[in-house]
């Protein structure tokens, strides 16, 4: 059975519609018990985070009843980073781990993501199963067995140690003015205080949330703000993460903006020098970069792409045995830190580097040159299938063919929101906007 309502990164969608829906969070919840309470051996724990979106109270309330009517003991975290629930999943022994956040999506979406007892994302098998048990329904604990809730206030500090000590050992911020944005969202206490508390200079933005504001023209799907504050403040770096603090976009000191390629082209080249790059592979998702893998080959490195996804691309380094991987749009996976994307936590590894080599973010935030990429994305009508219209992959075969030799295309569906991403590369660039248009063109007509 395929997956119905899971999409790449958990279930997400509009607050108060299917999916996300408070009856149908209850529901998720009481499956995911019912999935990781497998027997009565011992007491049964589950850790909530959420970010700062307003329906997060709901759904927080929905999924500890049902976590409850399992059996669950739930322990709530209140606003963290998705990446603190991974940590902290393990870290306080429970058997499950849920984030609820819709990532950089506007604060009228949420979603509801999963994280397993060794506080890595569940697999698509996982998923599959508790939709089977969502579907078909549960039985609840007996009336004594019924779980307790409280809440745990200690989340955020130690996630914020943990962070601290990802650093070389010693190693201090003084003297680095940083420029933050939280998007007003999960890491608006957080990413603050941890870097003032190693030193740096801190110019604060987005960090006033107000349960609809999270990710609004802020954050990193909008760093115009935070480039304004470098240039403004003379800072040394601008940091911008989404909603839910597992993606990074970086700032350097002239304004200019550096994508998660960019980020991890460094941190592959430095630890490829330290020896310290397992595999001698970066692990990265189709859409990155050509420039990116030119890169890598330059160094004796490979590129492993895997599909869209952080969790994809995290399954890819278990599976393999590599320690650095992520996507373009920010996520930097590092799994001797962190189970998943941590977007301080990469920003931490680029501030290091600044002060380990004396070299400004503008050197260091631009290791290659990029391949010309374009990408447009096409919103269709929700139960449209425009990708399987014979239009559509017409248009799709002959945009291949004109890029052979010449480029690469990568047509997908989002998994987090009803749109079809048409992305091309291509030293050509008259040609690639053309093929790109045709194919957006080809889709709205059959959306």
Same mark, same amino acid.
């Given at each position: ?139 609840? +604990? ?8 409280? &809440?745990?206030?200690? *989340? %955020?500090?130690?996630?914020? $140690? !943990?962070? /601290? ?118 692990? +990265? ?8 893998? &030119?890169?890598?080959? *330059? %160094?004796?490195?490979?590129? $492993? !792409?895997? /599909? ?140």
């Amino acid at each position: 059975m395929g997956r119905q309502f899971f999409g790449t990164d958990g279930v997400r969608g509009r607050a108060n519609s299917a999916p996300m829906t408070a009856e149908m969070a209850l529901r998720i919840g009481a499956a995911a018990g019912r999935y990781f309470r497998r027997d009565n051996s011992r007491a049964h724990r589950v850790v909530i985070g959420k970010d700062t979106r307003l329906s997060g109270y709901m759904f927080e309330n929905a999924l500890t009843a049902g976590l409850t009517s399992t059996g669950m003991n739930v322990l709530l975290l209140g606003p963290v980073p998705t990446p603190a629930v991974g940590l902290l999943t393990p870290s306080m022994r429970a058997d499950l781990g849920v984030m609820i956040s819709a990532s950089h999506n506007p604060a009228e979406d949420n979603g509801i993501k999963f994280f397993g007892p060794d506080g890595f994302k569940l697999s698509d098998e996982a998923e599959e199963e508790i939709e089977r048990l969502v579907l078909e329904g549960v039985e609840p +604990a007996q009336a004594p067995n019924i779980g307790r809730a409280k &809440h745990i206030y200690d *989340g %955020r500090f130690r996630y914020n $140690e !943990r962070l /601290k000590t990802t650093l070389p050992h010693g190693m201090r911020l003084d003297g680095i003015k940083v420029v933050i944005d939280c998007a007003n969202g999960a890491a608006y206490r957080t990413a603050p205080e941890v870097l003032w508390e190693l030193g740096a200079d801190v110019i604060p933005l987005g960090v006033d949330p107000n349960g609809t504001n999270i990710n609004a023209n802020c954050g990193s799907t909008h760093p115009e703000a935070a480039a304004a504050a470098v240039v403004a403040h003379g800072a040394d770096l601008g940091i911008c993460l989404d909603g839910d603090a597992d993606r990074v976009i970086l700032i350097d000191e002239t304004g200019a903006v550096a994508d998660g390629d960019q980020i991890m082209a460094l941190l592959a080249a430095r630890w490829a020098e330290e020896d310290r790059l397992k595999g001698g592979a970066l692990v +990265a998702t189709v859409m990155s970069n050509l420039g990116l893998e &030119h890169f890598l080959e *330059g %160094r004796g490195l490979r590129l $492993e !792409r895997t /599909k869209v996804g952080d969790r994809y691309v995290v399954e890819r380094m278990r599976a393999g045995g590599f320690n650095l991987g992520g996507e373009q749009s920010g996520h930097i996976v590092m799994t001797d830190y962190a189970t998943t994307g941590d977007g301080l936590m990469a920003a931490l590894q680029v501030v290091a580097e600044m002060v380990r080599s004396g070299r400004p973010a503008s050197e260091l935030a631009k290791q290659f040159e990029r391949v010309p990429q374009v990408l447009k994305n096409v919103r269709f009508a929700a139960g449209s299938t425009p990708l399987e219209a014979e239009s559509v992959q017409a248009a799709i075969a002959a945009g291949e063919g004109r890029l052979t030799g010449n480029g690469r295309l990568v047509i997908r569906k989002s998994g987090t929101e009803p749109l079809i991403r048409v992305m091309a590369e291509s030293t050509d660039a008259v040609l690639m906007e053309g093929v790109v248009d045709n194919i957006v063109a080809a889709v709205e007509a059959a959306g």
